[in-house]
């Protein structure tokens, strides 16, 4: 019983020899393989077809890959011009919105005539403002506006044809010229 117990249990460096043997075999079948084919000439250059189909198929998922890709990011790219074309035109539509209300304000509030400097570049300003004094009784006079002096004409219409008259040398105009003494032209 003893000669089969010992058979049955290897010892280790039995096993590791034996291992070797076997990795040294698989090796030398691999080259043995691999010089067949070296020198065989109808071996020579040719690739397995199923490996060509594979990498075929393989690059034309590939292809197909990238192609949905690339539509995808087209896609993408085309709704964000959409958005971007439509806040532009949203963009310009507001601001002619706030011109036209700019232009509607200054219109209506700052227009020429309601400036403060107004009363100084009014080309109506002489139409429209009072004579200084319209007569002797006026209200709007001060103390000092109330003096009468020697020779003034409260109504100043009938004084310029008065005073020509009491002076013709200092009034006597060229006949040519465009000029009102008495109210009418002389040209």
Do not use: C, W
Not at 24 to 49: F, H, N, T, Y
Not at 66 to 84: G, I
Not at 119 to 146: F, H, Q
Request: no cysteine; hydrophobic share 30%.
């Amino acid at each position: 019983m003893s000669t089969f117990s010992q058979s049955n249990v290897l010892s280790p460096s039995l096993v590791a020899e034996s291992k070797e043997e076997k990795a040294l075999q698989a090796r030398r079948q691999r080259e043995a393989e691999r010089l067949m084919r070296i020198k065989d000439p109808s071996l020579s250059g040719k690739v397995p077809k199923e490996i060509l189909e594979a990498q075929i198929a393989e690059k034309e998922e590939l292809k197909a890959q990238a192609k949905a890709r690339e539509e995808a990011y087209d896609n993408e790219r085309l709704h964000m011009d959409q958005q971007l074309t439509y806040l532009e035109q949203e963009r310009r539509r507001l601001e002619r919105e706030k011109l036209q209300e700019l232009q509607d304000f200054r219109a209506t509030h700052q227009g020429k005539d309601k400036g403060r400097d107004f009363d100084l570049s009014n080309p109506n300003s002489m139409a429209n403002d009072l004579p200084a004094r319209t007569s002797d009784d006026d209200p709007r006079l001060s103390v000092s506006g109330l003096q009468k002096f020697h020779g003034e004409v409260a109504n100043s219409s009938h004084s310029l044809a008065s005073l020509a008259s009491q002076y013709p040398v200092h009034f006597a105009m060229p006949e040519n010229s465009l000029s009102y003494v008495d109210g009418t032209s002389l040209g």
